[in-house]
């Protein structure tokens, strides 16, 4: 006879489970950018401007992925990701980081 | 990730647009410069400059406006888009380039060439530098 303890808990393990899998469909990886001023945009949408964040990498919809950093003061920075370079990075620990060029 | 959903996903696109005689998809397009403000261009697909003329391939010129293409790949599984800067006065271009030098010298921003895939993002963004001592 199960304990009744794990019978009352067993649904909300099951969908904490189920919901932790529905919303694992990318790849985390840290982007940052330098300056840490320029604003950084991922399939041409603006994610951001400053500190290092999380981004999702969803390979889902798409083959691939593509970085924009962009800053008045320098060249803008454009860069592909693919899943395979996804994973590559996150074997070798290494982060997303656009660095622009002063112009 | 699920690895397996993302490949079933891209087959079934490939699939669908494997069995209409050309795989087309739609795109859309947009372009700003450094300072993030939008930047009037044309875009021009594989070079050809006259239809993009003719076409009206035009984004940011009346507003801050982007613009949706349905593109084919009929041969190559990469389609070249030029994102060629322009300038713009009353909502009208003040003159539509017929090459990159010619979008260069006369709007003063740097053009940008992309190779665009079929399963590429949809949203194809392009960030103009000005050109060296504007």
Same mark, same amino acid.
């Given at each position: 006879?199960?304990?009744? #303890?794990?019978?009352?808990?067993?649904?909300?393990?099951?969908?904490? @489970?189920?919901?932790?899998?529905?919303?694992?469909?990318?790849?985390?990886?840290?982007?940052?950018?330098?300056?840490?001023?320029?604003?950084?945009?991922?399939?041409?949408?603006?994610?951001?401007?400053?500190?290092?964040?999380?981004?999702?990498?969803?390979?889902?919809?798409?083959? #691939?992925?593509?970085?924009?950093?962009?800053?008045?003061?320098?060249?803008? %920075?454009?860069?592909?990701?693919? @899943?395979?370079?996804?994973? %590559?990075?996150?074997?070798?620990?290494?982060?997303?980081? @656009?660095? @622009?060029?002063?112009? | 990730? /699920?690895?397996? =959903?993302?490949?079933?996903? =891209?087959?079934? *696109? *490939?699939? *669908?647009?494997?069995?209409?005689?050309?795989?087309?998809?739609?795109?859309?397009?947009? &372009?700003?410069?450094?300072?993030? /403000?939008?930047?009037?261009?044309l875009?021009v *697909?594989?070079d050809d400059w006259t239809?993009a003329a003719?076409? /009206?391939?035009?984004? /940011?010129?009346?507003?801050?406006?982007?613009?949706?293409?349905?593109?084919?790949?009929?041969?190559?599984?990469?389609?070249? +888009?030029t994102?060629a800067?322009?300038? +713009?006065?009353?909502?009208?271009? $003040?003159r539509v380039p017929k090459s990159r030098k010619e979008a260069r010298d006369y709007?003063?921003? +740097?053009d940008?060439v992309?190779?665009?895939?079929? $399963?590429?993002?949809?949203? +194809?963004?392009?960030?103009?530098?000005?050109? &060296?001592?504007?």
């Amino acid at each position: 006879m199960a304990d009744p #303890r794990f019978l009352r808990r067993f649904p909300i393990v099951a969908s904490a @489970l189920f919901l932790t899998a529905c919303g694992s469909s990318g790849y985390s990886r840290i982007v940052s950018v330098n300056p840490a001023e320029a604003s950084v945009y991922v399939n041409g949408e603006r994610i951001g401007q400053g500190s290092p964040r999380p981004h999702n990498f969803d390979f889902s919809e798409c083959s #691939r992925i593509y970085v924009q950093a962009t800053h008045p003061d320098y060249m803008p %920075e454009f860069e592909w990701f693919t @899943l395979d370079k996804i994973q %590559e990075m996150i074997r070798t620990g290494t982060e997303v980081k @656009l660095t @622009l060029r002063s112009r | 990730m /699920n690895s397996l =959903l993302r490949t079933t996903s =891209l087959s079934a *696109l *490939l699939c *669908l647009t494997a069995c209409g005689s050309i795989p087309s998809r739609e795109f859309e397009f947009d &372009a700003i410069d450094v300072s993030e /403000n939008p930047r009037p261009c044309l875009v021009v *697909l594989n070079d050809d400059w006259t239809s993009a003329a003719e076409k /009206n391939q035009f984004v /940011n010129v009346t507003d801050d406006n982007s613009l949706v293409l349905k593109i084919e790949f009929p041969k190559s599984p990469e389609v070249e +888009v030029t994102c060629a800067p322009i300038q +713009v006065a009353d909502g009208k271009p $003040t003159r539509v380039p017929k090459s990159r030098k010619e979008a260069r010298d006369y709007s003063g921003f +740097v053009d940008e060439v992309r190779k665009v895939q079929l $399963t590429d993002p949809r949203k +194809v963004f392009f960030i103009l530098p000005k050109k &060296a001592g504007s």
